[in-house]
């Protein structure tokens, strides 16, 4: 992963350098297309995102197939 949106990840936390090197080895980028379903229905929680640009909508779908927002997650400044 790359070292500034490593950098933006550990922002304010009091982490050593070999520890916040430890965590990034860690890391994976994933990139996905706008309208992607990173979870659907029934699906395990696998990961944790961060959104280094864009945003992602948590939301569901009601009994009368409207899609209520639920959460947005947007990118950290």
């Known amino acids: 992963m790359g ?3 490593a950098c933006k990840i550990f922002k304010g936390l009091p ?12 890391l ?7 309208s992607t ?9 696998l990961y944790q995102y961060f959104v280094p640009s864009g945003c992602l909508r ?5 009994p009368h197939g409207k899609e ?3 959460q947005f997650a947007v990118r950290d400044l």
Not at 15 to 26: E, G, N, Q, Y
Request: charged share 30%.
């Open 28 to 34: 994976t980028k994933v990139e996905v297309k706008k």
């Open 58 to 62: 948590s939301f569901f779908v009601d």
């Open 37 to 45: 379903l990173i979870l659907e229905t029934g699906g395990l929680i």
């Open 3 to 5: 070292e500034n949106v």
């Open 15 to 26: 982490l050593s350098s070999p520890k916040k090197d430890r965590i990034r080895t860690a």
């Open 68 to 70: 209520p927002t639920v």
